[in-house]
């Protein structure tokens, strides 16, 4: 990040301590840092310290002093590499989508040929409110970078989706727009992510607790790095920023099978990261089953291993990265799998590892590979897991 022009903007918050950190993590990184605050952001965090920390003065206000002198909105929009606005309020992602233009931050946002980021920070109902997933959605087709908040514990006391991002996932997110290298340049991934769902009738399904956030995350590590993305994504609730990747949504297993079979052809890297039904019921209803017997009785039949499918066609420059969420002699079965499957690489995650696995935002991962390596990693975010990963790969095959 040597030398690179960041600027910060941050909202009313009570997130706007982290802003602290944020700008601290980009000074180590030696990039040259500058912050507009919203006027009641000084509420939470002073002028005092952001200048401070990010060792320039932090601007307000379109004029300075009583001189008539006046904070070019324009000219910091055309200095910046990047303008990441965190945290973002439901107020000032409200007044983006809309153009409204009533303070500094807003008017540089308008200016602003750079990327742009928002990580939104707030409470729980107000994050999922849909005015506020609307201006979400008006910011994201505008081409801003969401940054999603995370589920977490509240100022409120609540609990919920709301949390800012951590810094260290902001900065990251940051270090792989600027680092002009894609490694992945010209290449071309699929993905595929989220659970599935078996139909019983047309109200019940078999289906599981993935949340799909993993394989997004690598879906966007993949694309920062320069691939061409596919992804195949099982039904899940969770709002993504998708932008950029080529997405299509499946239901049960036997979709998400004939498509991945169909996007497999011209994939240098397929990476399998849906927790895909083992077995579907043998035969559906079309109708809703009703409440008359005491006992009702399944029979359930395979689902394709959609896994072993590819791995038995896959040619030899193509990649094929599985997952394993073992509870039980994890390495051994992983292993087991990485062969039997013909993964290039496989990634356990271990449901005994507090915090990994489904629908948390952090993961503690393994990658095993067929020449016996095994690298062991620390429990982190999905995006820095995502990162690992997706390093891993192009330093062993790229
Ligand atoms: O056999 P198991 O389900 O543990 O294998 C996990 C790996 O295989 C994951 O990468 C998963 O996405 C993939 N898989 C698949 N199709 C299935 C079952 C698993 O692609 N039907």
Not at 98 to 117: E, F, H, K, M, T
Not at 197 to 222: C, T
Not at 370 to 379: C, F, G, P, S
Request: charged share 20%; hydrophobic share 40%.
């Amino acid at each position: 990040m040597n030398g690179k022009k960041i600027l910060i903007g941050v909202c009313g918050s009570i997130a706007a301590y982290k802003t602290a950190y944020i700008i601290r993590l980009l000074k180590k990184q030696h990039a040259d840092v500058r912050v507009i605050m919203t006027p009641s952001a000084s509420g939470f965090i002073t002028a005092l310290t952001l200048s401070t920390l990010s060792k320039n003065p932090v601007l307000t206000r379109f004029t300075v002093g009583d001189q008539g002198e006046w904070n070019n909105h324009v000219e910091l929009g055309l200095w910046a590499d990047v303008f990441v606005i965190a945290p973002a309020s439901a107020n000032t992602l409200a007044k983006m989508a809309n153009g409204i233009c009533d303070n500094l931050l807003l008017a540089v946002y308008l200016s602003a040929r750079c990327p742009v980021y928002v990580a939104p920070a707030m409470d729980l109902d107000m994050h999922k409110h849909a005015s506020t997933q609307a201006n979400m959605r008006i910011l994201q087709e505008s081409g801003v970078k969401i940054i999603d908040a995370e589920h977490g514990e509240l100022a409120s006391g609540l609990t919920g989706i709301g949390r800012i991002a951590e810094p260290e996932s902001i900065v990251s997110i940051i270090d792989d727009l600027l680092s002009s290298g894609s490694p992945l340049q010209g290449k071309k991934a699929l993905v595929t992510a989220g659970p599935t769902y078996e139909k019983i009738d047309p109200i019940r399904f078999i289906g599981n607790h993935s949340s799909g956030k993993m394989g997004v995350a690598i879906a966007r590590q993949l694309m920062a790095y320069g691939a061409e993305v596919k992804l195949i994504l099982g039904p899940v609730s969770n709002l993504f920023n998708l932008e950029g990747i080529n997405v299509s949504n499946v239901t049960s297993a036997d979709e998400m099978y004939e498509l991945a079979k169909e996007q497999f052809a011209g994939a240098d890297i397929t990476v399998l990261a849906a927790a895909v039904a083992d077995y579907k019921p043998r035969i559906s209803a079309d109708s809703k089953i009703k409440k008359n017997k005491d006992n009702l009785t399944f029979e359930l039949i395979k689902t394709p291993d959609i896994a072993v499918s590819l791995g038995k066609i896959k040619s030899d420059d193509q990649i094929i990265v599985g997952f394993a969420l073992e509870t039980d002699n994890e390495v051994e079965n992983a292993r087991k799998k990485l062969f039997s499957k013909n993964f290039s690489m496989i990634v356990l995650n271990s449901l005994n590892d507090p915090g990994a696995g489904f629908g948390h935002d952090t993961n503690k991962i393994s990658i095993l590979d067929k020449d016996n390596n095994t690298r062991e990693y620390e429990l982190k975010s999905k995006t820095d897991v995502a990162k690992d990963i997706v390093d891993a790969i192009v330093e062993k095959y790229f």
